[in-house]
């Protein structure tokens, strides 16, 4: 016959595992409630479980096929979907690189959705002060960490007086230290750049970058650039980028 102080133990134990089950059970439970709604860039979505929090992402490929949807998200071809605070933070960014004459700009989106400040580099990239301060912003002021950085691109082509924004990573951007944590896709605000005919003569002319004038004359266009260590995933004309963005917010 077992002693009172026995059985009283033998429960105890017995109740621990029953906690202990009902516990791990319920974590499960919500683990599996935890979906991600994925949208392509050609607008097909798909809702999977993972993650640590229920949340939208854009996949960045334009193909339908099913295969090349799920491989591009192993492969975290991935971006959280942009709030409007951060397609206006994309848009002053673009403003101030111009406004400055071609230097680069920066900002971090953290993994909780907070937007840093925009800060300004070089004109060939974003020096480690200028990384630094909005880093500091993210991390002390805003309680983030990033998600992933939004940065423009100012240096000049070979022999180009006027500056002209690179819509593809350079090779310091693809630096294994720049996606250290992460786990999406960084993005390039960029320009696409053509020339204009002279209808009146026949010959080209140009539209300068900023101010002053010149023989020739260009069209840019704003572009959106995505890439990871590899190099550019999918570019898009930024107008287009932001309209996709709207359209499909509200779909669960």
Same mark, same amino acid.
């Given at each position: ?8 133990? @033998?429960?105890?134990?017995?109740? *621990? ?9 319920? &974590? ?5 409630? @935890?979906?991600?709604t994925y949208t392509s860039i050609s607008g097909i979505t ?11 992402? /854009? ?11 799920? =491989? ?6 991935? /971006? ?18 111009? $406004?400055?004459?071609?230097?680069? #700009? =920066?900002?971090?989106?953290?993994? %909780?959705?907070?937007?840093? /400040?925009?800060? =300004?580099?070089?004109?060939d990239r974003i020096d480690s002060i200028a990384n630094r ?19 423009? #691109? ?11 924004? %690179? ?8 630096? $294994? /230290? ?6 999406? $896709?960084?993005?390039? !605000?960029?320009?696409?750049?053509? %020339? !204009? ?5 026949? &010959? ?23 890439? &990871? +260590?590899?190099?550019? @995933?999918?570019? +898009?004309?930024? *107008? ?7 359209? #499909?917010? #509200?779909? &669960?």
């Open positions: 016959m077992l002693r009172p102080i026995a059985c009283l133990g @033998i429960l105890s134990v017995q109740f *621990s595992l029953l906690s202990y089950a009902l516990y791990a059970q319920k &974590n499960e439970t919500a683990k599996q409630e @935890i979906q991600i798909k809702v999977l479980p993972g993650g640590d929090r229920s949340k939208k992402m /854009i996949v960045l490929v334009p193909d339908t096929n099913s295969k090349d949807f799920l =491989q591009a998200i192993r492969d975290l071809q991935v /971006i959280d979907y942009p709030t409007e605070e951060v397609l206006g933070a994309m848009n002053h960014a673009f403003d101030l690189a111009i $406004a400055s004459g071609g230097y680069e #700009h =920066q900002f971090f989106v953290g993994k %909780k959705g907070k937007v840093s /400040i925009i800060v =300004q580099g070089l004109k301060k909005v880093r500091v912003d993210l991390d002390s002021i805003k309680g983030d960490e990033p998600a992933y950085d939004v940065h423009t #691109h100012g240096d000049s082509l070979a022999g180009d007086v006027i500056p002209y924004f %690179k819509p593809d990573p350079s090779d310091t951007d693809r630096l $294994a /230290i720049n996606f250290r944590g992460r786990r999406q $896709a960084s993005v390039i !605000l960029s320009f696409e750049r053509k %020339k !204009l005919p002279n209808l009146s003569t026949g &010959n080209s002319t140009s539209v300068p970058f900023g101010s002053g004038s010149s023989e020739e004359k260009f069209i840019y266009t704003r572009v959106i650039v995505f890439y &990871n +260590q590899k190099g550019t @995933i999918f570019k +898009q004309y930024f *107008s287009d980028f932001t309209t996709f963005v709207r359209l #499909h917010a #509200h779909e &669960n």
